[in-house]
């Protein structure tokens, strides 16, 4: 990954829920309405962070808004505290939606991104959002959501092909609360527990299989010499491994991909 792109995710998760880095002259808003979370990410005028909001949230399902009012009072209530500790009224943000999203759903997502007060100039898909991040002309992007496992070919800096599966964060926790007979909130916490991970591999690598299978289809026909995981589930211990054995590829897996995706919304904020 770029050094760039890596600082600028190191940098973000410093401010996450916490109090800004500094304040700007203009900012730039990205917002991530995700399956599992809800991400705002702040940029000041030379696309820096300085501050963020990160919120557990089930308002979305498979990549599209499943509970309106929810959503908008919960990102109101995000963007009302970033505002309030900025001391500045935020306006201009960006948001995204998976690829191959229709225009009805791709509209719902804009709603609720403006029913919580600001003005949408810009809606990208999610893979291409990362990309901007990652900083990469070549290759694939593939964002693991929480419901939904997207895809984008990249080839001399432009985007070629872009797909979206279901398949994603919230599959590996039903699989697990299934297995260990758990509610799934109790399942969710025990998947994220960094300690558990290795031991939990066994059980999640039928569905990494999935992730990995779905990539392998969707990439068929193009010259994809690395792959670039992003999005919460790709940090799961053996993920990288499985899908780099399984199709012969380099895989790459930033620091902090939660964030990766929401910065590259900000990022499309004009």
Known sequence: MDLVGEKLCEKFASCVNSRPIKRGTRYRVGVDLGTANVVVAVLDENGEPIAGKLKEAQVVKDGLVVDFIGARDLLSRMIRELSDELEEELVDAACAVPPGTGIADSKATMYVVEASGLEVRNIVDEPTAAAKVLGITDGAVVDIGGGTTGISVLKGGKVVYTADEPTGGTHFTLVLAGHLNLPFDEAEKIKLDEKNQ?????????????????????????????????????????????????????????????????????????
């Open 198 to 270: 290795k031991r939990l591999f066994p059980i999640l690598k039928p569905t990494m299989e999935k992730v990995t299978d779905i990539t392998r289809r969707h990439i068929q026909g193009f010259d994809v010499k690395a792959i670039y995981l992003v999005g919460g589930a790709s940090a799961l211990y053996g993920l990288k491994d499985v899908m780099a054995n399984a199709l012969g590829v380099e895989v790459v897996v930033p620091k902090y991909p939660l964030y990766v995706t929401p910065l590259g919304i900000a990022l499309s904020c004009p």
